[in-house]
């Protein structure tokens, strides 16, 4: 690989605080833009996953500009070092280490039968349910109306759904 070659580094940011280090990485950047050019280093993209706590990725060209960059931003404790001091030792990410947090799971893959669940979308928005039945295939949910004098088996989309309880029988 060349050194122009981009590669993806990981900063370590206060955990729970990746999005507004994210956001501050990038602004960063972009002020930065003219001066990163001259030194000729690039910052291609800044993104932060919810599956990946306490770090923020940056694709750039070289360790160096990403450790000055993470430098003037609050709330980030450097880049990710393989040895304490040495930027060159900076662990670069591979894409194919990454697909499994990048890719969104399924919440019908995390559901059991009997969790309480809320309705966030639909006619019955707002709802608490119990789930009754899982359909993985469809990404379908039956669950029955909890608040209501007759139980209604209520089919809906797993991404309409809010887990509020685990059902912990099974």
């Known amino acids: 690989?060349?050194?122009d070659t981009p590669k993806i580094y990981a900063v370590k940011a206060t955990a729970g605080q990746e999005r507004v280090v994210a956001e501050l990485l990038y602004r960063e950047s972009?002020?930065?833009r003219q001066m990163l050019k001259a030194e000729g280093g690039k910052i291609y993209s800044v993104l932060y996953t919810p599956g990946l706590k306490g770090y923020?990725?940056?694709e750039a060209n070289s360790?160096?500009?990403v450790e000055d960059l993470a430098r003037d931003v609050p709330k980030t404790r450097g880049l990710l070092l393989k040895e304490k001091g040495n930027l060159e030792s900076a662990g670069v990410i591979?894409?194919?280490e990454l697909e499994k947090t990048l890719k969104p799971k399924p919440v019908v893959a995390e559901v059991n039968r009997g969790d309480m669940i809320e309705l966030i979308?639909?006619?019955f928005k707002g709802e608490k349910?119990?789930?009754a039945k899982i359909d993985k295939d469809k990404n379908e949910i039956?669950?029955?109306l909890i608040e209501v004098a007759v139980p209604i088996p209520v089919i809906v989309r797993g991404d309409d759904i809010k887990i509020l309880l685990r059902d912990t029988d099974e």
């Open 142 to 144: 039956t669950v029955e």
């Open 94 to 96: 591979n894409i194919s």
């Open 63 to 65: 360790p160096g500009v």
């Open 121 to 123: 979308a639909g006619p």
């Open 129 to 131: 349910a119990r789930i």
């Open 56 to 58: 923020v990725l940056v």
């Open 30 to 32: 972009s002020n930065k």
């Open 1 to 3: 690989m060349t050194a």
